[in-house]
């Protein structure tokens, strides 16, 4: 019973909901609050302007305002690396630990012995120099 109940709590889609309800709710307004209150005002002080928000450029008449889409670059980028390093590393750790290293796949081709070409491994005749190959 609890077998089951782990299996489906690590199944990919249920785990792919629970990243995005995560990214959603509970980092989204810490990410915000650290990205406008935090690391955009200190780099707006390098760039001379109290935000990025006040950035803007005219262009006939009108007006880009290009530093509210640095504010939502910076952050995209730490919502993506907190989700990245602190969820799905964790997680493929978790994974590893509980269902134990993936096997390699077999082999899907073959050199052949005269040519040295790459054939399917079920070939009988090479189809790059046509030599037969032994069974």
Do not use: Q, W
Not at 11 to 39: K, Q
Request: glycine letters at 8%.
């Amino acid at each position: 019973m609890l077998k089951g109940f782990r299996d489906f709590i690590l199944r990919g889609n249920v785990v792919d909901l629970a990243v995005a309800v995560i990214i959603g709710a509970a980092f989204g307004s810490v990410v915000t609050a650290l990205t406008t209150d935090i690391i955009t005002p200190f780099i707006a002080a390098i760039v001379g302007k109290p935000s990025f928000g006040d950035l803007f450029v005219f262009v006939h008449g009108g007006k880009i305002l290009y530093g509210d889409f640095l504010n939502a670059i910076i952050d995209f980028v730490l919502k993506a690396s907190v989700v990245y390093f602190f969820i799905v590393v964790p997680l493929g750790y978790l994974l590893t630990k509980v269902k134990g290293p993936v096997p390699d796949a077999p082999p899907a081709t073959k050199a052949c012995p005269e040519c040295l070409s790459d054939i399917p491994v079920a070939a009988k005749r090479c189809k790059f120099c046509t030599s037969v190959l032994a069974a």
